[in-house]
């Protein structure tokens, strides 16, 4: 069987070479990376978020096929230990209550303290818009993102 090459989490993987075959399914089939979750399957849960190439996407709608020269890292390569102030700080305002869609969110989240240090109330609920948490967990989230931002800007210096 024909396989593809992609860079998952830092780490070079092959895969069956289906380019028609959704990324979801690639990691927690193939891959057995069963961080990102399946919510809807249609792109607007939010549970599988991942980042391609350091923006927030959809598994569920990623094609294998898209992926090509692209590196992908989910929930499992955010970081060693939930040492990634995003995780630390989820871990610290006690966000989970279920916890399914959290993969997603943090996700999201760290994308966006990628490009924002320090993110507003507005963008981060445009950052985090079609993340649904079924447990209503919305305001923790929104604290814990400004938490990490405050640490990220506190740890480098930045002020903006």
């Known amino acids: 069987m024909a396989t593809t ?8 993987r092959e895969v069956p070479n289906d380019p028609r075959m959704p990324l979801l399914w690639v990691l927690r089939d193939v891959l057995r990376l069963t961080g990102t979750k399946y919510g809807c399957g249609i792109g607007v849960c939010g549970a599988c978020t991942v980042h391609v190439d350091g923006k927030a996407v959809r598994a569920c709608q990623t094609l294998l096929g898209s992926l090509v020269g692209e590196k992908v890292v989910t ?27 959290q993969s997603g969110q943090i996700m999201s989240a760290a994308a966006l303290l990628a490009v924002e240090s320090s993110p ?6 445009e950052a985090m818009n079609g993340n649904l948490c079924r447990c209503g967990t919305y305001l923790r989230i929104r604290r814990a ?10 740890s480098s210096g930045d002020r903006k």
């Open 5 to 12: 090459e992609i860079n998952v989490n830092g780490v070079r």
């Open 75 to 101: 929930i499992e390569g955010l970081a060693a230990n939930r040492a990634h102030p995003i995780q630390q700080a989820w871990i610290a305002e006690d966000v989970p209550q279920c916890g399914y869609c």
């Open 120 to 125: 507003t109330d507005s963008q981060i609920d």
């Open 145 to 154: 993102i400004k938490r990490a931002a405050h640490a990220t800007r506190d």
